[in-house]
């Protein structure tokens, strides 16, 4: 599983941080999501599928 993120979309809301901190974070300023982990484990996919969801601009995207 690789993540990708649309940085133009981003807005730093941070859903995908608390969906899975493990993978994200925020930049210092908390307006730019921080990858930890671009191609996470799969035992972390529903916690990242929950990101995707959660994401209020639709900037992150699982490619299989
Ligand atoms: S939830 Fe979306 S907008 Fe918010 S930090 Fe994560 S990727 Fe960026």
Do not use: Q, T
């Not at 979309?9 to 908390?30: K, Q, S, T, Y």
């Not at 035992?43 to 601009?57: D, F, G, I, S, T």
């Amino acid at each position: 599983m690789d993540i990708h993120v649309d940085y133009d979309r981003c807005e730093g809301h941070g859903e995908c941080v608390i969906a899975a901190p493990e993978v994200f974070d925020l930049n210092d300023d908390g307006d730019e999501v921080i990858v930890l982990d671009d191609s996470p484990a799969e035992a972390l996919r529903r916690k990242v599928e929950a990101a995707v969801k959660l994401c209020p601009v639709a900037a992150l995207r699982i490619a299989d």
